[in-house]
């Protein structure tokens, strides 16, 4: 059982890793070139115009005291209104709005690299040196080898452009309406009972899921497949084999819970790829999550948009390296001490 | 590197010390940019820097702690021989949080002194 005050150590790292997270976004972000106010204003706008925007937003301030006012907002979660992307509109509006499309597309992508990558991975590890672990071998090393703004476009291409069977971009047909009730496409068509309206945003995510979960996929089967070598070789395994149990069971009860616990680390770590992962791929499928916003947010320097986008970044990389300590720690209890 | 943890004096004496040395580059670098801009933009150029290596630092700091242990495991389960420890990383990010701060606490402190 994972102790209380484990879980609140960890919870705790949270506060310096914000404050980090957001001193570093702010910096790089007065660094940058590009001004707001000439963004809001319109590049035809008087220098008079400009100047009155830029004082209005507080811009003409000395940066030491917008960034104690940016810390301030930010300790209590106001991170104020877009400048740009939907003018005066709370930024924690437009994330709300936003965020379930990206841990969905994430989260299913993650699933589907783990539904194939660990069966993947333990069959090449059980056939080490045969044909099956020389394919899958050569199926990881390519799936990690292939870049998503490269891979999206081809499946694009492919499933949409010559065999006409999938969307190229979007969540769901234009002929459907779902209320948002939970954000997640998937189960508001679920909760509206709307089966077309189910198999439609399904179809749309199919490929977004398939370019995101390849590499994940090809990252696990590799991973699960080392891993699951060298606990097969240890001696507990050779004992279980000893005492007359069969090899699946040996196999799937004694082995796979050792040669869990390096794969779970790695999903862990690479959580930070499947977040850059999820931007690049909202952008290919025109998917309008987080990613997407980020991205317009920089072309058009909306620092609140920013900042808070990629606070929300932080925060979910954080929680999810959490849950992956806790998994850890459960897996092999030592890890606590 | 020791093996006992460093007492809070220790601590406190590095921090310090590595506190002033960020603020003289935030002065320094404050006073040198002047010659190429306004005072506001010297000031707030060495203030976002300063910032930048403050924010890096505390960020990196955090990671090294809470991720340390696992990212050890990781190097040796992958069998990287590099040098890379959790404490050594945790002294580096120590060293560049404090003259992070220490740097933009002295930019700030020249643009109020320059009247920006």
Do not use: C
């Not at chain 1, 841990?103 to 059980?126: D, R, T, W, Y």
């Not at chain 1, 507990?236 to 082995?255: D, F, L, P, S, V």
């Not at chain 2, 093996?3 to 320094?28: C, I, K, Q």
């Amino acid at each position: 059982m994972v102790s209380k005050r484990f879980v609140a150590k960890r919870l705790l790292l949270l506060v310096p890793v914000l404050f980090g997270v957001a001193t570093v976004v702010f910096a790089i972000l007065h660094l940058s070139p590009g001004d707001p106010a000439v963004a809001i204003a319109g590049q035809r706008a008087s220098q008079a115009f400009v100047e009155q925007v830029r004082t209005d937003l507080g811009l003409n301030d000395p940066l030491w005291q917008q960034y104690l006012r940016f810390l301030g907002d930010v300790a209590t979660f106001d991170f104020g209104q877009s400048y740009q992307i939907q003018r005066g509109t709370p930024v924690s509006q437009i994330l709300a709005d936003r965020l379930p499309i990206t841990i969905e597309l994430a989260v299913l992508g993650q699933l589907a690299g783990l539904l194939f990558g660990l069966p993947l991975g333990i069959l090449s590890a059980v056939k080490q040196d045969t044909l099956t672990d020389h394919l899958t071998r050569i199926g990881a090393l390519s799936g990690i080898s292939i870049p998503i703004y490269w891979s999206g476009p081809l499946l694009i291409l492919l499933f949409a452009q010559f065999l006409g069977i999938l969307p190229t971009s979007g969540r769901i047909g234009s002929a459907h309406f779902i209320d948002a009730v939970t954000g997640f496409i998937l189960v508001d068509t679920l909760l509206a009972g709307d089966l077309p309206a189910f198999r439609s945003a399904f179809r749309h995510l199919l490929l977004p899921i398939v370019v995101l979960g390849i590499y994940q996929m090809a990252l696990i089967s590799r991973m699960m497949r080392s891993s699951m070598i060298e606990v097969i070789r240890q001696d507990y395994m050779r004992t279980a084999r000893a005492k007359g149990q069969g090899e699946k069971i040996t196999t799937m009860k004694h082995g796979l819970r050792n040669a869990f616990i390096p794969v779970i680390t790695i999903i862990g770590i690479q959580f930070g790829a499947l977040l850059g992962g999820a931007v690049l791929t909202e952008t290919v499928f025109e998917i309008n999550g987080i990613g997407t916003l980020l991205v317009s947010a920089i072309n058009q320097s909306d620092y609140p948009v920013v900042q808070a986008t990629v606070l929300v970044f932080a925060v979910m990389y954080t929680l999810v390296n959490l849950l992956v300590d806790v998994t850890y720690s459960v897996l092999d209890p030592r890890i606590e001490q | 590197m020791t093996d006992s943890p460093p007492s809070l004096r220790d601590l406190v004496v590095r921090a310090g010390r590595w506190t002033l040395r960020g603020a003289a580059v935030g002065v320094a670098l404050s006073l040198a940019l002047l010659v190429v801009t306004s005072p506001k933009g010297a000031t707030d150029t060495a203030f976002a820097l300063g910032a930048l290596v403050l924010g890096f630092g505390v960020f990196a700091w955090a990671t090294a702690v809470g991720l340390g242990e696992t990212l050890r495991g990781v190097q040796e389960y992958v069998d990287v021989g590099s040098a890379w420890t959790e404490a050594g990383a945790r002294e580096a990010f120590f060293v560049l949080t404090w003259t992070g701060a220490g740097w933009a606490f002295a930019a700030a402190v020249t643009a109020v002194a320059l009247g920006v």
